[in-house]
Structures are given as structure tokens and as C-alpha cells.
């Protein structure tokens, strides 16, 4: 989903984050902290409020 989200592709991003349960979202906010670069978090979390 990252990449997906940094290849320029926002709304599949969108999607994608809206299929997710709400344990796998967590799951995913936890691996966005954990694995990307800080730069990018503040975009990427903007995208899943």
C-alpha cells in the first residue's frame, strides 16, 4: 500500500485502506511507523483520515 501511495496512485491507495478491517489497519499504521520513512508519514497518515 506504501508504494502504491508513493508511485502516485492515491486513490487505489484510498481503496485499498477503506477494505482493510480495523485490526489490519492498526496492523498497517504500526508497520508505517515501524518500516517508511518518516518523510512520508505525515502524507501517508492524511490519506487514511
Not at 485502506?17 to 518500516?35: P, S, T, V
Not at 502524507?43 to 483520515?49: G, Q
Request: proline fraction near 2%; aromatic fraction near 16%.
Amino acid at each position: 500500500m506504501v508504494e502504491t501511495y508513493l508511485n502516485g496512485n492515491i486513490t487505489v491507495f484510498g481503496e485499498l485502506y477503506r477494505e482493510l478491517c480495523k485490526e489490519a489497519r492498526k496492523d498497517f499504521i504500526d508497520y508505517l511507523f515501524g518500516e517508511v520513512e518518516p518523510i512520508y508519514w505525515r502524507e501517508i497518515l492524511k490519506m487514511t483520515v
